[in-house]
């Protein structure tokens, strides 16, 4: 096979340095101000060459969801590595740091989660909701296999669990829209191992009674929590509180 000329790049290279150009041009703005001109130059490519790699803005945003929700993932994993039912304190501040070095290793894709998931084009909205949700029933999983609530519903666990990213997502958030600030990384620390360590209070204390068989008390809201959390590929994903679309929807 023919190598590529010396100082050139291959195809994959090339398409590798667009995504982390796009990256790059995203910590400032949205992907709807995106360039083509302005992202191709800066890889050294012509704007035509853009569409040997990707049909349109929302195909090169598709992959950078699937880096940046893998990163995402990846930190959230190595947070809960060591998670057992005794050592929930030490399990939060390990999940802490975890995120927080990834909020600094990866600010750019993170950056790109936080802006687009509430506000930028809905397939990229859809796309990161996904992402998350599969975050969220991977985080579930540990739960179940590690810790006291393994005897729960799975229902109940995926709550606990959602909250748990919902907490992750925010702080990450603080972490990254606003510039670097010592004290602010530590206020936004601080709040997320509250919001951890009351969680796993209340799901400690709560836990014997549904262990044990027993039912939230039914509400007002009984049928919007009745939804299915599981999906076939034809139905529409279940909104676990990262789904920004709601807003959209009659």
Not at 17 to 22: D, E, P
Request: one cysteine or more; glycine letters at 6%; hydrophobic letters at 40%.
């Amino acid at each position: 096979m023919p190598q590529p000329l010396p100082g050139r790049r291959n195809k994959q290279e090339t398409r590798t340095a667009l995504v982390a150009a796009a990256f790059d041009e995203l910590t400032g703005q949205s992907l709807d101000g995106l360039s083509i001109r302005r992202l191709t130059a800066a890889v050294g490519i012509t704007p035509a060459a853009f569409y040997r790699h990707f049909t349109d803005l929302d195909d090169i945003g598709l992959v950078l969801v699937d880096e940046a929700v893998s990163q995402l993932a990846s930190a959230v994993r190595e947070g809960l590595a060591n998670l057992n039912q005794d050592n929930g304190p030490a399990v939060i501040a390990t999940i802490a740091t975890s995120l927080s070095e990834a909020a600094a290793r990866y600010r750019p894709q993170m950056i790109f989660v936080a802006r687009e998931r509430c506000s930028g084009r809905e397939r990229i909205q859809v796309a990161i909701s996904d992402g998350i949700r599969r975050v969220t029933l991977e985080t579930a999983g540990e739960l179940k296999a590690k810790t006291r609530i393994r005897d729960w519903s799975w229902e109940d666990t995926l709550v606990v669990s959602d909250a748990m990213v919902h907490f992750g997502i925010h702080f990450i958030e603080q972490l990254v829209l606003s510039p670097p600030s010592q004290r602010r990384t530590d206020e936004a620390t601080s709040l997320f191992y509250r919001q951890l360590f009351l969680l796993a209070y209340g799901a400690d204390s709560i836990g014997p009674f549904l262990a044990s068989g027993g039912k939230i008390p039914d509400s007002e809201f009984e049928s919007a929590a009745a939804l299915p959390l599981t999906r076939t590929d034809d139905e529409e994903s279940p909104d676990l509180g990262h789904n920004c679309l709601s807003d959209r929807r009659e």
